[in-house]
């Protein structure tokens, strides 16, 4: 029998008719660019550079666009509300892409993801002794497309995103590239309690 684990998202109620429909929920850019509105571009290269790196740990389904962010844990998913369902998954192991999401801030904010404290104190003295004033700067700002051996630098080291040293519920997010019907335990409406002691795997 094929190892699951159980995973939790929060989705728009509009997706159980494509649920029901396809027998499959999926996510499109259209969704990220909405959802940030006026500062979705800058959000969508972050998106745009997961997604790239994400397949090469679970190939991506070509009718895929962007993944689906989902919690390892019933405590640390956000609740449904009006409008929302939480979908309550048990997805084959080898479908999940497990990140970091404390690191995930590094590229969001497109700034270099250190090893650990002693290469971040070291990276931010090259940069005070090589005259930066700002780590934030080398995509958007005053150092843009002036230094791309930096650039490559930093875009190198986000791959650190999928190396996780700390195994908490609130730092691992394990993503998908689809929600599948049969991969659905069971769907929560707002004021339902997500798990009960007999959801408990």
């Not at 449904?80 to 998954?89: F, N, Q, S």
Request: hydrophobic fraction near 35%.
């Amino acid at each position: 029998m094929e190892e699951t684990v159980r995973l939790y998202t929060r989705q728009n109620d509009k997706t159980l008719r494509a649920l029901e429909r396809d027998g499959r929920i999926l996510n499109h850019r259209a969704y990220v660019e909405m959802h940030f509105g006026s500062i979705a571009p800058l959000f969508l290269e972050s998106y745009d550079w997961f997604t790239k790196e994400a397949q090469k740990i679970v190939p991506k389904p070509e009718y895929a666009q962007a993944s689906i962010w989902c919690s390892i844990s019933a405590q640390n998913c956000l609740k449904p509300i009006d409008g929302t369902v939480v979908y309550v998954l048990d997805v084959p192991k080898n479908q999940i892409v497990y990140f970091d999401e404390v690191k995930w801030d590094y590229v969001l904010n497109r700034i270099y993801l250190p090893k650990d404290a002693k290469d971040d104190a070291k990276y931010k003295q090259e940069l005070k002794e090589r005259g930066f004033k700002s780590r934030f700067e080398f995509f958007e700002g005053r150092y843009k497309g002036l230094y791309p051996e930096e650039e490559k630098r930093i875009i190198d080291s986000w791959k650190r995103v999928f190396e996780i040293e700390e195994w908490s519920i609130f730092r691992v997010c394990g993503n998908i590239w689809e929600i599948k019907k049969e991969w659905v335990h069971k769907i929560v409406h707002p004021n339902e309690p997500i798990e009960d002691a007999s959801d408990r795997v």
